[in-house]
């Protein structure tokens, strides 16, 4: 006998969170210095536990990730057009337009849903400054050649690596490769901050200009010298990374452990596709996605299924950016035809270090009957 309905809603994502004493231990240096923002103790314990963390030299905190990606983009000072993906989140081509770039979407593979580094270099045109390719739910680019093509071209390879948060490739941190790499600890991701985000990156030279540029420009009492925006993380939301930073490892083991329990349940059913495992990556198991092709229900279908049984799965990342309102005048979704398919395909299923294993036999359950 089957269980028919979660007892009680089950989202996407559920955000972990330290034992509420631990934080409020943390606010009360806060209340007697009144320093609450503004690269303040916090803020600088927080960048070097990251530096840490994430074996990176160089690494820059801003209040969020889209923030972070949009800043570094200035930073490096591009012109033209920027190589990106429509099958991310908004803020990916957000942050290239918001800069008075002009995005060209190159199509995704459909193995791991990452940039097809096949179609790549014919989108090179010698207006190209950048390549920003998104890791998406966790995948790795394919960066030896992104890397080869971007050198061959001289373009800045900019990742967006918001679902990355602390993988490995070949045991070094995903935010060696690349010119840059940006981490986003908004609440709903694998690490959090409450909101926030950081860049690493290898030249150093690109710290004063970021620091620079997420503080209005100001660099001095009496001088402003570039056009910058707010993107300063606050104490608050350090003191939150800080804590955060003690579990994530634990967090991950228990998604890992999820995953495994979707991954055998719905491994090697006709017309359901699951993301292959590089065995040169060391995963966090931020997202679960399932590609229903030629299943005998489709996404959709399951989507509602699930919805009825209070599960909440995501069609994540439904529709493609290209498809968007905002830019559906100047792009269509048929340019990249496997970033339009599979976002019609995919569903994310509910997966969070404090999921229950009897809702993920559940989910298989439904999707399986
Ligand atoms: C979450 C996310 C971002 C933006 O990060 P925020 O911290 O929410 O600003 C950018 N790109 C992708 C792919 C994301 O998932």
């Avoid at 390879?157 to 490769?177: M, P």
């Avoid at 083991?253 to 059913?269: H, I, K, P, Q, V």
């Amino acid at each position: 006998m089957i269980k028919e309905k979660a007892d009680h809603p089950i989202a996407v994502t559920r955000s972990s969170l330290p034992p509420l004493e631990e934080y409020v231990e943390m606010l009360k240096p806060l209340w007697e210095s009144a320093w609450l923002t503004n690269m303040g103790e916090y803020h600088r314990e927080f960048a070097e536990l990251l530096k840490q963390y994430l074996q990176t030299p160089n690494l820059e905190l801003f209040v969020n990730g889209h923030m972070a990606l949009e800043l570094t983009l200035q930073a490096m000072g591009l012109h033209g057009e920027v190589i990106t993906t429509p099958f991310s989140f908004a803020s990916t081509t957000h942050a290239i337009v918001r800069n008075g770039l002009t995005p060209v979407f190159c199509d995704i593979n459909p193995v791991d849903y990452t940039l097809d580094v096949d179609r790549l270099e014919a989108l090179v045109t010698e207006r190209t400054a950048a390549i920003v390719p998104v890791h998406v739910y966790g995948n790795i680019c394919d960066m030896d050649r992104i890397g080869e093509i971007a050198n061959r071209h001289h373009l800045k390879v900019i990742y967006d690596a918001a679902h990355t948060f602390g993988e490995t490739y070949d045991g070094r941190g995903i935010g060696q490769y690349g010119d840059a790499s940006m981490f986003s600890f908004h609440a709903t991701k694998v690490f959090h901050s409450i909101e926030g985000g950081a860049v690493a990156f290898q030249d150093e030279g690109l710290a004063g200009v970021l620091y620079e540029l997420k503080n209005f420009g100001i660099t001095g009492y009496e001088s402003v010298d570039s056009v910058g925006a707010n993107g300063k993380m606050n104490e608050f939301q350090a003191a939150m990374g800080i804590l955060n930073l003690r579990r994530v490892d634990e967090d991950i083991d228990r998604r890992r452990a999820l995953a495994m329990r979707y991954r055998e349940r719905l491994a090697g059913t006709e017309g359901i596709r699951l993301c292959p495992e590089n065995p040169r990556v060391r995963y966090n198991y931020a997202y679960m996605p399932v590609v229903f092709d030629g299943y005998r229900k489709d996404r959709d279908q399951i989507f509602s299924e699930l919805a009825d049984a209070d599960i909440h799965a995501r069609k994540y990342f439904y529709p493609c950016i290209n498809d968007f309102k905002c830019y559906r005048d100047r792009y269509h979704a048929e340019d990249t035809p496997v970033a339009s398919r599979i976002s019609r395909q995919v569903l994310t299923l509910p997966l969070y270090a404090q999921l229950e294993p009897e809702i993920v036999d559940l989910i298989c359950d439904i999707i399986l009957r």
